[in-house]
């Protein structure tokens, strides 16, 4: 589905964060509805305001304020895994799509290794901080871990050890990025994975039967990395 289907339509956009994707869905002539159950939002506007094809707004993805079948597409990236009910989320994404319309979505894969490592050790600790302390909790623990890994970047044991026992998010072999962007994007991922309050793995079959229990007119579903991502129509 090419991107450039998006000019002139609805799009809502579940879960913006501070507008990364907002921007894109702007570039390519979308009329975007976004929000977030944080006050992210806030960053989205400075980021992405003024521009009459936006509109900004909090809500929770439970309950949003729009009547049946207002979008032409709902696009929910990064977010279902973090919310209270996968389910919940998918059913009331759908309400609010048009018939024929098309649902974007991608979820957190079960994966075996993530119970061969002390990735949810920590996330079960950082989450139960104090909300005041987890960025300068997490911004240590990346400044501190960082250099460890950049500086054994090419030797791939260590980095397979290092991966399983560091608390960081360590992307170098995986994205083409220059050491400071290496650098940035921990910063950001080892905050985003060790304090969201929900964190879900569906393995491709169990997340194929939640497709599929919504009858969707159809549907494709993908393996990418450590995420599963859908297509479907309604």
Known sequence: MPISNLKGKKVLEAGCGA??????????????????YSEAVEANQMNNMPN???????????????????????????????????????????RVLKDDGYLIIDHYKFHIGQYLSLYLVYWFLIKNLNHEYQLPVTNFLTRICFPVHWYFR????????LRRISPISFYYGIFDLTKEQQFEWSLLDTHDKNTDQYKRHYSTKQFR?????????????????????????K
């Open 19 to 36: 507008g990364r994707f907002t921007e894109i869905l702007l570039r390519y002539g979308a009329i975007v509805y976004s929000f977030d």
């Open 52 to 94: 009459e094809n936006l509109t900004l707004f909090q809500a929770d993805i439970r309950s949003i304020p729009f009547e049946d079948g207002f979008f032409d597409y709902c696009v929910c990236l990064g977010v279902l895994q973090h919310t209270p009910s996968t389910i919940d989320s998918i059913s009331e994404l759908k």
């Open 154 to 161: 090419k030797n791939n044991i260590l980095q397979f050890f």
């Open 209 to 233: 039967k939640i497709i599929q229990n919504f009858k969707f007119s159809s549907y494709e579903i993908y393996e990418r990395g450590n995420g599963l991502e859908c297509i479907a129509k």
